[in-house]
């Protein structure tokens, strides 16, 4: 069988022309999905966590962070940290990087929310057994409350991960040459609109279809984790073994 | 044992407990009846450290509940002094309270491994000992979802003595259980109790129960305890009008 590279620029016609630079773009789109992505994820957790405080200062400091960066666009916040930021610290911040930064604060603010959801979404009486069992407080939330949280915590992180996929587009006003600067670029030379901006659809679809199956694999893992869905033969095997 | 001395415990508006005070000596076996809403629970939460006292002191073991010596001056007891009193205690709850991440074996082992820092290996022998007791051995890599509400009670029971606790609290172990499963797990913690010297504080609605397992029995009525004696005598012949009406009430049901 023949393989394609769809990313050649022996393509026929239109595709040779713009594929190359499409490919570039969306390569360049999933490294600023990828960092954003993680970003958001550590700030999720820890903000979160702190969101579940007990301590009242700290549930302050989480909340004011979670309200400022969901309440502030992302456009804005790139602004800030692309333009403003050089002129008040005198820093200038490069273009990939502060767009990784502006994604993962904005989307890192909305995960929070989902991790502190789902942490208050395990049963209180799960706390009271591990206290019980003298755990100590890190190791309640180590061994008991979070592992039952991340299978809560999955579905909506997936949504979230589209929403970021999405908003690098944001990035393409900065200039960073992601998918979208590619596609307009392309368009601006003389390349047919119709064809880049389906192409351009169909590349983002993609990308975001990819993130939902590796979620539902994550997410279904996760169940059988904490005892729903099916528990597989293979699994109780491979946690006899640990 | 266990020392309540004027113990008060209000939740907002409503006072669960009015002064408290009894005692249960080491290796006794105390349970606890009376009305839905009497405070029985509260006792037990509270000796957990699951709540916290409104006023009074509550000691197990010599050792206060609520607060601890900082030089001379008391202050309310911090995580460190808490978690020092809990290794005493032991706790088996109503809903059996599984961790659901884990199967029966971790639900067991996880404890002693983590809080008390007992080898894995000497964790899972003790463990598969106490499943052997529960009559659950062939469960061990089962997952909780997987047991009967009757069998995840006698894990749990298994979970909660494998901290080896010198006080161990039955919070109506049974309530949560279909009829046929009840005499189970009663008959396991017949046996715990007999062949054990564990002090026993136990909540229960069953009143057969009660009589078998207990040296003493506290009737318990609006957060006092309305009448004290070995179960025979509140069973048989009790003194207390309240207590007749309410052993009237749970017979006839």
Not at chain 1, 192 to 197: A, E, K, N, S, Y
Not at chain 2, 21 to 48: C, N
Not at chain 2, 156 to 172: K, W
Not at chain 2, 174 to 201: F, K, Y
Request: charged content about 20%; aromatic content about 6%.
């Amino acid at each position: 069988m023949m393989t394609v590279n769809p990313c050649s620029g022996d393509l026929p016609g239109v595709f040779g022309e713009t594929m190359p630079f499409l490919c570039q773009g969306a390569l360049v789109t999933l490294q600023s999905a990828a960092g954003g992505a993680a970003l958001a994820i550590v700030i999720a957790l820890i903000v979160g966590l702190m969101a579940s405080s007990p301590l009242r200062t700290v549930r302050g400091v989480a909340r004011v962070y979670m309200e400022f960066f969901r309440g502030t666009s992302v456009l804005v916040q790139l602004f800030w940290l692309f333009y403003a930021m050089p002129i008040l610290t005198g820093y200038q911040l490069d273009k990939v990087f502060a767009g990784v930064l502006a994604l993962g604060l904005n989307l890192g603010a909305y995960g929070s929310e989902v991790v502190r959801g789902a942490l208050q979404a395990v049963p209180p009486s799960q706390r009271e057994a591990a206290i019980a069992l003298n755990f100590t407080p890190l190791q309640r939330m180590r061994y008991v409350i979070l592992p039952q949280a991340f299978a809560e915590m999955v579905p909506p992180m997936n949504n979230l991960l589209i929403e970021l996929l999405k908003a690098t587009s944001l990035l393409s006003v900065i200039t960073v040459a992601d998918l979208a600067y590619e596609g307009r670029l392309l368009v601006n030379s003389g390349s047919d609109q119709l064809v880049v901006f389906a192409l351009m659809l169909v590349i983002y679809f993609l990308f975001s279809y990819t993130i939902t199956l590796v979620m539902r694999f994550v997410e279904k893992r996760a169940a059988r984790m904490v005892g729903r869905g099916k528990p597989r033969r293979a699994t109780a095997a491979a946690e006899a073994a640990r | 044992m266990i020392q309540f001395d004027k113990v008060v415990k209000r939740f907002g508006d409503v006072t669960v407990l009015r002064e408290l005070d009894f005692h249960v000596k080491p290796a006794e076996r105390v349970t606890l009846i009376g009305p839905s809403g009497s405070g029985k629970t509260t006792i037990l939460r509270l000796l957990m450290t699951l709540e916290r006292v409104t006023s009074g002191t509550i000691e197990v073991d010599g050792q206060c509940l609520s607060h601890m010596k900082r030089g001379d001056r008391t202050v309310p007891a911090d995580e460190k002094h808490l978690r020092q009193v809990r290794k005493k205690i032991g706790m088996v709850f109503q809903q059996f309270n599984l961790f659901p991440n884990m199967n029966v074996l971790r639900n067991i082992t996880e404890a002693p491994v983590r809080a008390l820092g007992v080898p894995r290996e000497q964790a899972e022998e003790k463990a598969r000992e106490l499943l052997e007791m529960v009559e659950l051995s062939d469960k061990a890599l089962a997952h909780p979802s997987q047991l009967s509400g009757g069998q995840q009670q006698r894990v749990a029971i298994a979970r909660a003595l494998a901290m080896e606790p010198e006080v161990l609290l039955l919070d109506e172990v049974t309530s949560a259980l279909d009829p046929e499963l009840v005499s189970g797990v009663q008959s396991l913690l017949r046996d715990i109790a007999r062949s054990s010297n564990l002090t026993l504080l136990c909540v229960t609605h069953e009143m057969n129960f009660a009589r078998d397992i207990s040296h003493r029995v506290l009737m318990f009525d609006q957060g006092q305890i309305v009448e004290d004696g070995p179960p025979e005598q509140i069973f048989n012949e009790p003194e207390q009008q309240r207590t007749r009406d309410f052993l009237q009430a749970v017979l006839d049901a």
